[in-house]
């Protein structure tokens, strides 16, 4: 019974940010967010494109990632630090 208990808890835990809103660097430019550093950081087989976005005293980081074909991938993370 503890187990069961156990797993159940373990698991509601995990699964607390499947339902966090996703940000994009779109949805917080929307927001009222600017863009105040871009970075460009190479790699041998794609690119990652870092913008630094503010609004007031808030600071959030996203980065894009860019394929070798020019492409823009599917992995674009934000996050604030």
């Known amino acids: ?6 797993i159940m808890v373990l698991g509601l ?5 499947a339902y ?6 779109k949805s917080l430019l ?6 105040t550093k871009e970075e ?6 794609y690119a990652q494109k870092i913008f630094t976005l503010k609004k007031r005293k808030q600071v959030k980081i996203c ?12 992995l674009s993370k934000c996050m604030t630090p």
């Open 20 to 25: 966090a809103e996703e940000m994009t660097v």
């Open 13 to 17: 835990l995990l699964s607390g940010n």
């Open 40 to 45: 460009l950081v190479k790699f041998d087989r």
């Open 63 to 74: 980065t894009v990632r860019i394929n070798d074909v020019g492409g823009v991938g599917s």
């Open 30 to 35: 929307d927001e009222g967010y600017k863009i």
């Open 1 to 6: 019974m503890k187990k069961i208990l156990g």
